[in-house]
């Protein structure tokens, strides 16, 4: 694996020494959350478009089927939340952190991603497709028949031992994004989206049909 593709360095979250807990009930529409823990809490099935989050801890969260369209999350941390069908389309996500969230299904199309980890989240049928990701890292995360149809994903984008099986990468170019230690068995992809892709020298049979070979034997 080439060390040059498979490291870059992110900005982390800037937060300060001490966050005060958050006392928070429900989000409404262009709410400000500003410098602050909340945790242990439950957020699920709401509806609030345009929220800004600065500076904030979200650990033990739950946003389940919660809609947070257009929302702006800057230095912000996700740790051990429930984010499964949440709808953050269209948001701008910039130094945060999803640490070892459940992410089945949540909604990420047209977000705009910069100096973004995820870390061992289990994001399978999560959607990226029109998102615009930069700076980005995702480690040892499960992102079984995930979307990144059409995603810009620029060079800075690592996916570190992922299981990006069954995934979807049509119309998105995947020059110099380094998948060569991901599991998969198949990924939805074009051949011409391939050029500059680093895989494993085991993986390039899964590719050879999309380029009309045929392997001996078969």
Do not use: W
């Amino acid at each position: 694996m080439s060390a040059k593709t498979s490291y870059i360095k992110l900005e982390k979250p800037r937060l300060p020494h001490h966050l005060p807990l958050l006392e928070l009930d429900r989000l409404d529409s262009g709410q400000y959350i500003q410098e602050g823990l909340l945790q242990d809490a439950s957020m699920e099935y709401q509806e609030a478009h345009k929220v800004i989050v600065d500076k904030t801890v979200f650990r033990n969260v739950v946003f389940t089927e919660s809609s947070l369209i257009g929302s702006e999350l800057t230095d912000v941390v996700f740790d051990k939340c429930d984010l499964s069908n949440a709808n953050f389309s269209d948001a701008i996500i910039h130094r945060s952190e999803f640490l070892d969230c459940k992410m089945v299904g949540t909604n990420l199309t047209g977000a705009t991603i910069r100096n973004v980890r995820f870390r061992q989240c289990l994001a399978d049928y999560a959607t990226f497709r029109f998102s615009d990701m930069k700076s980005i890292i995702l480690e040892e995360c499960s992102l079984l028949k995930s979307d990144f149809y059409h995603c810009k994903l620029q060079k800075k984008a690592v996916f570190r031992q992922c299981n990006i099986d069954g995934a979807q990468f049509s119309g998105t170019e995947l020059d110099g994004i380094d998948l060569s230690d991901c599991q998969f068995d198949g990924i939805g992809v074009e051949a011409n989206n391939l050029k500059g892709c680093l895989i494993a020298r085991e993986q390039a049979y899964l590719f050879a049909g999309l380029f009309g070979l045929k392997l001996k034997g078969d």
